[in-house]
């Protein structure tokens, strides 16, 4: 009696794992915005406070360019951090354009509807 309850009960949990999973396939993924930076760099640190408002609509990747791996971002962005990539295209530079980083968000999110 107790193997044909589990039998029973295997599809249900089949089922749930199913539609579990395709929820979360379903779901859009978040843009991803990298940060190329340094430390120190007060105006990167001003930067991330200015995107505060919009962390729930990206991902932020911070790259150091001082690190040995990054050093071909060192040559391209040493006089001009912060840079801002969205989806690995170049964005912005020296401070957060809000109206450009909206414009480009709302562009990839419509994109994702």
Same mark, same amino acid.
């Given at each position: 009696?107790?193997? #044909? %309850? *589990?039998?029973?009960?295997?599809p249900?949990? !089949?089922?749930?794992?199913?539609?579990?999973?395709?929820?979360?396939?379903? &779901?859009?993924?978040?843009?991803? #915005? %990298? *940060?190329?930076?340094?430390?120190?760099?007060? !105006?990167?640190?001003?930067?991330?406070?200015?995107?505060?408002?919009?962390? &729930?609509?990206?991902?932020?990747?911070?790259?150091?360019?001082?690190?040995?791996?990054?050093?071909?971002?060192?040559?391209?962005?040493?006089?001009?951090?912060?840079?801002?990539?969205?989806?690995?295209?170049?964005?912005?530079?020296?401070?957060?354009?809000?109206?450009v980083?909206?414009?480009s968000?709302?562009?990839?999110?419509?994109?994702?509807?």
């Amino acid at each position: 009696m107790h193997w #044909l %309850t *589990l039998r029973r009960l295997q599809p249900t949990k !089949l089922r749930s794992l199913q539609l579990l999973r395709n929820r979360c396939s379903s &779901q859009k993924q978040l843009p991803i #915005l %990298t *940060l190329f930076t340094k430390d120190p760099c007060p !105006l990167c640190d001003e930067a991330k406070e200015i995107l505060e408002p919009y962390k &729930q609509r990206f991902v932020l990747q911070q790259v150091d360019i001082t690190r040995p791996e990054n050093s071909a971002w060192y040559d391209r962005y040493k006089y001009d951090i912060p840079v801002f990539h969205l989806n690995g295209q170049f964005l912005m530079m020296h401070r957060v354009n809000v109206a450009v980083l909206e414009k480009s968000l709302a562009r990839i999110e419509d994109e994702n509807i």
